[in-house]
């Protein structure tokens, strides 16, 4: 499970879109367009599904964090 990411036309930084789903669901989405509030610059942003990505730090650290155990 990650989370739907654009990025801040105004800032250049990385803004959640506050949707979570997973990858593969979000790569069967049909094209879509929605707005999202900006954390990084406190406005809104208009935003089609071709400009976002799916953010799945999570995932990643733990699957990293198991590479780290010693046996």
Same mark, same amino acid.
């Given at each position: 499970m990650?989370?739907?990411? +654009?990025? /801040? @036309? &105004? %800032?250049?930084? @990385?803004?959640? %879109?506050? +949707? !979570?789903?997973? #990858? &593969?669901? *979000?790569r069967?989405? @049909?094209? *879509?367009?929605? &707005?999202?509030? /900006?954390?990084? /610059?406190?406005g809104?942003? =208009?935003? *089609?599904? #071709?400009?976002?990505?799916? /953010?799945?730090? =999570?995932? =990643?650290?733990?699957? $990293? $964090? !198991?590479?780290?155990?010693?046996?």
């Open positions: 990650g989370e739907l990411m +654009i990025r /801040c @036309p &105004t %800032t250049g930084k @990385p803004v959640s %879109t506050g +949707i !979570h789903m997973d #990858r &593969t669901k *979000f069967s989405m @049909p094209v *879509f367009f929605s &707005t999202s509030y /900006c954390a990084s /610059c406190g809104s942003h =208009e935003w *089609f599904a #071709r400009d976002a990505w799916m /953010c799945e730090a =999570e995932a =990643e650290a733990m699957d $990293s $964090s !198991h590479d780290l155990q010693v046996a």
